[in-house]
């Protein structure tokens, strides 16, 4: 076994065979913030309109890892909500921060820190804060996914639709 110096986080490193191979790293958590990771904007293409106050975190999937799957973190400041859509692939939450209401199907329910949400594909749903302090959930998603798209006959959002 190869007993040289690993390679700093999230970096490629050769194997004894002299092919690369992605390494294994620690991305640092403080404050609901990671290092190395940068807030983006929760949507590229969907209309502001339709979502308000979410900043979207890729911690793993989007760095190099060969994964089928992304690790995201999503926040939600205080009034602030999800599109309201649906779409083929599935998805799995955890809640970290705050306390929110997801709306799965026609109903909305209440979560808080450690409740697990599992979205069926095709169902339609939402996330919205309730009260005055963030929201935030870590969330599993493939990798490679088909694009959301409003239900039919979706309800009207908060603010607006």
Not at 35 to 64: C, N, Q
Not at 90 to 102: D, F, P, Y
Request: charged share 25%; hydrophobic share 35%; proline share 7%.
């Amino acid at each position: 076994m190869s007993q040289g110096k690993p390679a700093p986080s999230g970096e490629t490193q050769a194997t004894e065979a002299g092919e690369a191979r992605e390494s294994s790293k620690v991305v640092r958590f403080g404050d609901f913030n990671w290092e190395g990771v940068e807030a983006r904007s929760y949507k590229k293409v969907a209309p502001a309109a339709t979502w308000h106050g979410v900043d979207r975190h890729l911690l793993i999937g989007d760095s190099g890892e060969a994964t089928p799957f992304q690790l995201r973190y999503f926040e939600i400041e205080p009034g602030g909500y999800t599109s309201h859509e649906k779409h083929a692939h599935q998805h799995a939450v955890v809640v970290l921060r705050g306390r929110g209401e997801v709306l799965l199907g026609e109903r909305w329910q209440q979560v808080g820190f450690g409740d697990v949400v599992y979205v069926a594909p095709n169902d339609p749903h939402q996330f919205r804060t309730v009260g005055d302090a963030p929201f935030g959930f870590l969330c599993v998603v493939d990798a490679n996914r088909d694009r959301p798209r409003p239900p039919s006959g979706a309800l009207e959002l908060p603010g607006g639709s």
